[in-house]
């Protein structure tokens, strides 16, 4: 790595990106005064959108992918300030437009679709009054106004947009919000639509549909996009090129194709081993972790901003500044900021010490003692007077050591299933609870010491888990006292013990969790939850709200927790990837019904029920050269409080076979021959016969319409198939 270095990126052309571009950055530097000084967040940051370009932004939470957007819209907070740099969009320098420019730059060149559209969509004015906005402040009439938020709720595919019009936005599902709002967004035709993490919170299904419907706009109105994301997968589906942000600096950009092929910045490198992948499992191998944490703004004066957590760092690079250099690749010139950028795919991996063995840990064919048995578990709710069958006749078991996922579109009533047995609903008459092979009661309030101290759960955000006015040693401490018979010295021991475990340094004890980073406070979360050393943790979407580096420590220690205590968990996640990884059994849920349930490998390597395999069709990847078609279900989820007779997920099977679906509810199958004896066979709720799934999904289907041809089976074969069920 002596001899010369390749030649650095060159400086953009501004006079050409004015007339090729929908956004050209160009030395961005981005300022918050913070504490009496002002702070770099942003350093230097140049990069071009093309006119019907998808660009993707990706890194951790706090490298300043919201704040680019942020200044492109000149939405910056008080404290923040452009110190440097242009931002131009469609040809308009955006620091230099006055008041009325910029309004009409708002309202006519560019949009922004956020996060969470529950926020972004006022829940006192119907879905109408909103839209119609959007096109009023651009000077259409009232009337005409109508008559285009019509058409726009059609080309997001929205199929009864009078309906929609008159709801609220608390009356729609996430994904139909997410649709509303793209809606909007569209209203203007703009030259550049800004997606901030519009997918975080979607089920596969949605975040499907509504990449799709970005897609498909996108070729046909020849809007650019900027998206920003931490999920590397859906930024490899969208994005012809990407950029990787880091501290506020751009140390990586190209195809998409490319530096997810053979990444050039040991940070791009370490983003991507930390995602679950296909053929990853815990108990193959720990997923890689990124050490460390971001440097905070402005205090990097000298050298590589990344030295302090690459593996590959030497004194070079604490002492020089790498330049951005240029190598050519498969689809264009490569950009990364690295001095040894030739052999970043290099890097050495994170710890690689043996992982860690429990004595009952599935093994050899043989299942240890049950823990948890629930028999016919049922939940109905009463929503103005009518009956909601939440959870319906589900009976699962929980070995010990062992990760049940649950899985399914959100209304699929796995929160509920876990809730129930929490104890903190009570389950339909005739339901049964076992922990131990003991009888469980219904509610927490009822079970004794020891049974509810066994059972507990790690909650999706542990900002609304966790009370900010207390200390951290406070939160765990008094879990402690309450869970346990430990006091003063030996409370402080052991909390020290168990601080140890979820690998939460010391120094972060007296702190309150408000200063905490999210990963800091899911770890206080889980040492919270393992207070009372529980047979069992119910893990509710623990990890989807966290960067990928992050996720892979949050899954790593949950893993080794598992191992060393003999812990089992209920996990519940949309991500399948993470599911996969972590599970040693799958049950998919829908409309409160038990689908499937089975080993995880078997049921991610089929035959799967027809829901099962739209939701895995639904996962995006990284793999560029998967040629596996999405299966698109029709329509939303129907109501749990009017369920779909015979099989309830008839009404958007791809695979129907006619009126026995209909009219009959199926039966449980067993999967695989030789498994009917035993507790973890692989079983599918199906009237298609086993055979028949696995030929049907050896070719996935196109789309919904070829899937129902392909299955050969129509009504006319509904009798012939019903015979040979029973």
């Keep these: 790595m002596n001899g010369p270095p390749p030649a650095s990126f060159p400086a953009f052309d501004v006079s050409k990106s004015d007339r090729t571009d929908a956004l050209t950055v160009v030395g961005l530097t981005v300022t918050y005064r913070m504490r009496g000084r002002d702070r770099e967040v942003l350093q230097d940051v140049s990069f071009r959108v093309r006119r019907g370009e998808a660009y993707g932004l990706v890194g951790e939470s706090g490298c300043g992918k919201s704040t680019v957007a942020m200044a492109a819209l000149r939405y910056l907070p008080r404290n923040g300030k452009v110190k440097a740099g242009k931002i131009i969009i469609a040809g308009q320098d955006v620091q230099k437009l006055d008041a009325d420019a910029l309004r009409s730059m708002r309202a006519n060149a560019i949009s922004m679709v956020y996060q969470d559209p529950g926020r972004a969509l006022n829940p006192s004015l119907t879905i109408a009054r909103q839209v119609t906005e959007a096109f009023e402040a651009a000077g259409v009439s009232r009337d005409e106004a109508v008559q285009r938020t019509v058409e726009i709720l059609q080309r997001v595919r929205i199929a009864s947009p009078e309906r929609v019009m008159d709801s609220y936005p608390h009356q729609l599902s996430g994904g139909m919000q997410q649709r509303v709002v793209i809606a909007m967004a569209l209203a203007s035709n703009p030259a550049l639509l800004i997606l901030d993490e519009p997918t975080t919170g979607l089920d596969a299904t949605v975040e499907a549909e509504v990449l799709d419907l970005v897609a498909q706009l996108r070729e046909e109105l020849g809007t650019a996009v900027l998206f920003i994301s931490h999920n590397l997968a859906v930024i490899g589906r969208m994005c012809e090129r990407v950029g990787v942000l880091y501290a506020g600096k751009l140390v990586e950009e190209g195809a998409t194709q490319d530096v997810f092929a053979r990444p050039r910045h040991p940070y791009t490198v370490g983003l991507l081993r930390c995602l679950p992948s296909v053929g990853r499992s815990k108990d193959t191998e720990r997923l890689d972790t990124i050490a460390g944490n971001l440097p905070l703004p402005g205090s990097v004066t000298q050298g590589c901003i990344y030295a302090d957590r690459c593996r590959l760092a030497d004194d070079r690079c604490r002492r020089e500044a790498p330049p951005p250099y240029r190598v050519s690749a498969a689809h264009g010139d490569q950009m990364s900021r690295c001095h040894y950028h030739e052999r970043a795919v290099e890097l050495p991996r994170a710890s690689a010490e043996a992982l860690p063995q429990y004595d009952d840990v599935l093994r050899d064919g043989e299942r240890p003692a049950l823990v948890l048995r629930a028999v016919k578990l049922s939940k109905t709710f009463h929503v103005s007077g009518a009956p909601l069958r939440a959870v319906d006749d589900v009976s699962i078991d929980l070995a010990s050591g062992e990760t049940l996922g649950l899985v399914g579109e959100s209304g699929s009533g796995k929160t509920t299933l ?61 879990a402690l006292s309450r869970l346990t018979a430990l006091r003063g010295a030996a409370i402080d021991e052991r909390l020290a013990t168990l ?91 829908y409309l409160g019904r038990l689908l499937e349930i089975g080993p995880a490998a078997a049921v991610f390597s089929g035959p799967h029920h027809p829901y099962t395999e739209a939701l895995l069709s639904s996962v995006p990847t990284l793999d560029t050269h998967d040629s596996k078609a999405r299966i ?8 749990a409080a009017s369920p779909p007779s015979g099989c309830v997920f008839h009404t958007r099977c791809p695979r129907k076979l006619g009126a026995i679906c209909e009219q009959q509810d199926p039966p449980f199958l067993e999967a695989s021959s030789g498994e009917a004896a035993q507790p973890s066979a692989h079983r599918i709720r199906c009237h298609i016969p086993v055979d028949e799934l696995r030929a049907l999904q050896a070719v996935s289907p196109d789309n919904a319409d070829n899937a129902d041809n392909a299955s050969g089976n129509g009504s006319e074969n509904a009798s012939e198939n019903a015979a040979r069920n029973e």
Aim: aromatic share 4%; net charge positive.
């Design 632 to 639: 698109r279900l029709s329509g939303d989820l129907p109501s």
């Design 418 to 478: 876990a809730k129930l047995m929490l104890g903190l609903l009570t389950p339909d008459a005739g339901s049964v609870l076992e922990l131990d092979g003991t009888p469980l009661a219904a509610r927490v309030t009822r079970r004794n010491d020891e049974q509810v101290k066994s059972l507990q759960i790690v909650f999706q955000n542990p900002d609304s888990a966790l009370n900010r006015a207390h200390s951290v040693k406070r939160l765990i401490g008094r």
């Design 499 to 589: 601080t140890a475990a979820v690998r939460l340094p010391e120094r972060y004890l007296g702190s309150r969790t408000r200063h905490l980073s999210g990963g800091l406070k899911q770890r206080v979360a889980i040492a919270r939850a393992f207070a009372g050393e529980p047979r069992v943790v119910v893990c509710d979407e623990p990890t989807s709200a966290l960067d990928v580096s992050v996720q892979a420590a949050i899954l790593n220690l949950l893993a080794d927790l598992q191992r060393e205590r003999g812990v089992s968990y209920v996990f519940i996640s949309h991500d399948l990837h993470v599911v996969r990884y972590l599970s040693d059994r799958i049950a998919v849920l």
